[in-house]
């Protein structure tokens, strides 16, 4: 059986004003308490090179992730040498999610549907 999702919330340090609005703690619990995924995990920063490490240290084909942090395609080219390094190509593996300018309930409401769209591949 195909392992179900893993949920990164990178926090872009904490700083960024795109998120003043997340709650990432409440964020965090609801998705590993009320949806289907193996767990979900905050990172402060994944694209410098402690997040590319985290990345290295996780990715492996059959390992699908979905990751709530800015611009889709932002996280394509900031996070593409982690994924690169493992051969994994970066669109069979994640979900990207753009969740600046969002309330907590609205980032919930989106992480729900791309974890709903999952389980339907
Ligand atoms: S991946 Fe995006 S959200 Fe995360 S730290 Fe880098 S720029 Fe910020």
Redesign the pocket.
């Known amino acids: 059986m195909a392992s179900k999702p893993r949920f990164i919330m ?1 926090t ?2 904490g700083e ?1 004003p795109g998120f003043k609005n997340v709650n990432f703690w409440k964020l965090l619990n609801f998705v590993r308490n009320e949806l289907d995924v193996e767990y979900a995990v905050i990172h402060p ?3 410098v090179d402690d997040g590319e490490r985290f990345l290295e240290d996780l990715l492996r084909p059959e390992v699908k992730l979905v990751i709530g ?2 611009d889709p395609r ?2 394509k080219k ?2 593409r040498d982690a994924f690169e390094k493992k051969g994994i190509a970066f669109e069979d593996t994640v979900v990207a999610l753009d969740l600046r300018n969002m309330t907590t309930e609205e980032a919930m409401a989106k992480v729900k549907e791309a974890m709903d769209g999952t389980r339907n591949e």
Do not use: G, W
Request: charge should be neutral.
């Open positions: 990178c872009c340090t960024c920063q994944l694209c942090a800015c932002m996280q900031m996070l």
